[in-house]
């Protein structure tokens, strides 16, 4: 089946910590996004990429890193510098092209205390 | 800046009602429109993708509309069900999606 895994679905960390969390496509789809979901503040962009071995900031990039060395992987590196880390992380991906429907993984819901 | 809104932001019906969701952007020149799904502490469902040439798209009981140069767009839910109930998002897209806060729908039996 192809799809768009995230793991874990939750995770927790003490304040200082930097965490990895994973995102694994199986589609063939060049670009891929990490979002931020808070309540009330809908979906708001981390970082994007569109090819391997390169990507963007998005609207909240601040305390936040990625990587992109495999098409099929992007994971997101929640750091110490980021001040509100709690919140639920959603992966996307989507084929190049003028068509640009994105398919969105399952969630991690990070809680940091 | 695209800005995309959505009302109401939250809608309680009884069972086998029909109902329309809204969805309004400010920048009308969008590649398509796309309408998602989430049930609580899940991810994204894709529900419908409309191209920016096409006025409409179907997919059983759900209908979407589009209307580019009023920058609105409708989700039609015929014969609602307590298995609707969910947030629905839209959102378009340019290098990026930009979303809709969502509408909640609750379908009570």
């Known amino acids: 089946d192809g799809g768009i895994t995230q793991s874990p679905k939750y995770l927790f960390r003490k304040e200082g910590q930097n965490v990895t969390l994973s995102c694994e496509q199986n589609?063939?789809?060049?670009?891929m996004y990490w979002y931020r979901q808070d309540p009330g503040q809908g979906l708001r962009l981390i970082y994007y990429?569109?090819?391997?071995?390169?990507?963007q900031k998005g609207d909240i990039a601040e305390g936040y890193s990625v990587s992109r060395e495999k098409k099929e992987s992007f994971p997101l590196t929640v750091t110490s510098a980021q001040k509100n880390p709690t919140a639920f992380y959603l992966c996307?991906?989507?084929?190049?092209?003028?068509?640009?429907?994105?398919?969105f993984g399952p969630g991690t819901r990070l809680t940091v205390t | 800046k695209q800005e995309v809104t959505q009302i109401p932001a939250a809608l309680s019906v009884p069972e086998g009602e029909n109902l329309v969701l809204n969805c309004s952007f400010t920048?009308?020149?969008?590649?398509?429109l796309q309408w998602f799904r989430q049930d609580p502490g899940k991810g994204l469902t894709s529900l419908l993708l409309?191209?920016?040439?096409?006025r409409e798209q179907t997919s059983g009981r759900l209908n979407a509309s589009l209307d580019k140069s009023s920058g609105r767009s409708t989700l039609y839910i015929a014969a609602s069900q307590p298995g609707d109930s969910a947030t629905y998002l839209c959102?378009?897209?340019?290098?990026?999606?930009?979303f809709g806060k969502g509408t909640l729908l609750t379908v009570n039996p």
């Open positions: 920048d009308s020149a969008i590649y398509n």
């Open positions: 589609l063939n789809h060049d670009a």
């Open positions: 990429s569109q090819i391997v071995n390169d990507f």
């Open positions: 996307a991906s989507n084929p190049t092209g003028s068509s640009y429907e994105q398919y």
């Open positions: 959102a378009v897209p340019r290098y990026k999606l930009t």
């Open positions: 409309i191209q920016s040439s096409q």
